[in-house]
């Protein structure tokens, strides 16, 4: 049994010492063969493989600075690129902010436009309201003659009359130079004339309201002694412009003084 396991690890260690003997033999006779190589080569073809080396070293040492060249480039391209993208993302910003500011502006300009207009229709409706108010205060008194005292006519045609001593004149729409009363505003005025006569046999004390040339009421009376005061009124719907006047008619006879018998008075009475 002892005999049986001692032989083949015999043989084992015989085999191990065996290879180690042939590498060590091999290894010195690559190294002699490198040796008698070196020995054997030509000058000039050792002095060609060390300039091949010494140029692979140069490129070697050329391709390491070149690779730290890139790795610089590409840190520097990447922080370049990080800090443009951060301007764009600022530039967007204010971009945002201008456009905010714009719409900010418009609204306001739309705003201003709006209340410019509210205060120019505010000032236009208080035109209106100033204009509306001083028409509203139309009215007039006048009496026929400015002094002293005698007869108008008799005329032997319809006369206008012309009441030169004024009461009153509120809206100056009676002229006093023409008799004619101009209304400024459409609406309705009332009118009144009174007349004072002396009687006569002959001429009458007579004088018609007129509207735009058309007769609308007369105030006529007829007696042969003492005094006659004839009068008469009328409410007219006026269009801006109409004028309205006292006709005297004809043969007839108007009397008046410093007391101021003979009136015409108008005024209105609303706007429509």
């Known amino acids: 049994?002892?005999?049986?396991?001692?032989?083949?690890?015999?043989?084992?260690?015989?085999?191990?010492?065996?290879?180690?003997?042939?590498?060590?033999?091999?290894?010195?006779?690559?190294?002699?063969?490198?040796?008698t190589d070196a020995v054997n080569l030509p000058g000039n073809q050792q002095t060609f493989t060390q300039d091949i080396h010494a140029v692979l070293r140069e490129?070697?040492?050329?391709?390491a600075g070149l690779k730290v060249g890139m790795e610089y480039l590409q840190r520097d391209n990447e922080a370049k690129t990080k800090e443009l993208?951060?301007?764009?993302?600022?530039?967007?910003?204010?971009?945002?902010k201008v456009r905010n500011l714009e719409q900010r502006i418009q609204a306001q300009i739309g705003e201003l436009i709006s209340v410019?207009?509210?205060?120019?229709?505010?000032?236009?409706?208080?035109?209106?309201?100033?204009?509306?108010?001083?028409?509203?205060?139309?009215?007039?008194?006048?009496?026929?003659?400015?002094?002293?005292?005698?007869h108008?006519?008799?005329?032997?045609?319809?006369?206008?009359?012309?009441?030169?001593?004024?009461?009153?004149?509120?809206?100056?729409?009676?002229?006093?130079?023409?008799?004619?009363?101009?209304?400024?505003?459409?609406?309705?005025?009332?009118?009144?004339?009174?007349?004072?006569?002396?009687?006569?046999?002959?001429?009458p004390t007579a004088a018609v309201l007129v509207r735009n040339g058309n007769n609308i009421v007369i105030a006529y009376e007829h007696q042969a002694s003492y005094y006659v005061n004839?009068?008469?009124?009328?409410?007219?719907l006026l269009?801006?412009?109409d004028v309205v006047f006292l006709r005297q008619w004809q043969n007839s006879r108007i009397y008046d003084s410093e007391n101021h018998p003979t009136t015409f008075s108008g005024h209105l009475l609303f706007t429509m």
């Open 230 to 236: 004839p009068s008469n009124g009328a409410t007219l």
């Open 59 to 63: 490129m070697s040492a050329s391709l």
């Open 152 to 203: 108008i006519g008799p005329f032997n045609t319809h006369t206008p009359l012309v009441f030169r001593h004024v009461v009153a004149n509120i809206g100056n729409a009676y002229n006093p130079n023409t008799g004619f009363f101009i209304a400024p505003v459409r609406g309705a005025y009332h009118f009144e004339f009174h007349l004072y006569g002396v009687g006569h046999a002959s001429y």
């Open 1 to 35: 049994m002892e005999m049986t396991i001692f032989f083949p690890a015999l043989l084992l260690i015989c085999s191990l010492f065996t290879a180690q003997l042939q590498a060590a033999d091999d290894n010195e006779i690559i190294s002699h063969l490198r040796q």
């Open 116 to 150: 410019k207009t509210r205060t120019n229709n505010t000032e236009n409706q208080v035109e209106v309201l100033k204009r509306e108010r001083e028409v509203k205060q139309v009215a007039f008194s006048a009496s026929l003659m400015a002094s002293g005292s005698g």
């Open 239 to 241: 269009e801006t412009g």
């Open 85 to 96: 993208d951060l301007i764009k993302q600022q530039y967007q910003e204010q971009v945002t």
